[in-house]
């Protein structure tokens, strides 16, 4: 959410600007990246406790709380990619985007 703040803050004209356009720039930056990171460490513990715990990969309600991150990170990252010309994270968000759409079905 906080990326999406940023984005939006860069979206603002230049006379509503609250921040100077670098400072958020690069703390929108680093958020994503961060972000990013975690996404390896949650597969790698999906594969642990489905392949190592033999917990039976099945549809569980607990599942919803995964759909509304990634929807959230695909808006952020296609939010911060349009406001900074990045054509690659507009791409990556729309993506996200589409993934959570199915995993919500």
Known sequence: MSVL????LLDLPPG???VPREFAVGVSLVLWAFGSWLIPLL???GVW?????RVPL???WGLWGMVFPVGMYGVATRALGRSTGMWWMTALGAGE???ARSSSR
């Not at 703040?5 to 939006?8: D, F, T």
């Not at 406790?49 to 715990?53: E, F, L, P």
């Open 5 to 8: 703040a940023g984005a939006q």
């Open 43 to 45: 597969v790698a513990l």
């Open 16 to 18: 509503a600007v609250v």
């Open 97 to 99: 985007v589409c993934l």
């Open 58 to 60: 099945r549809w569980e």
């Open 49 to 53: 406790r489905h392949v190592r715990c």
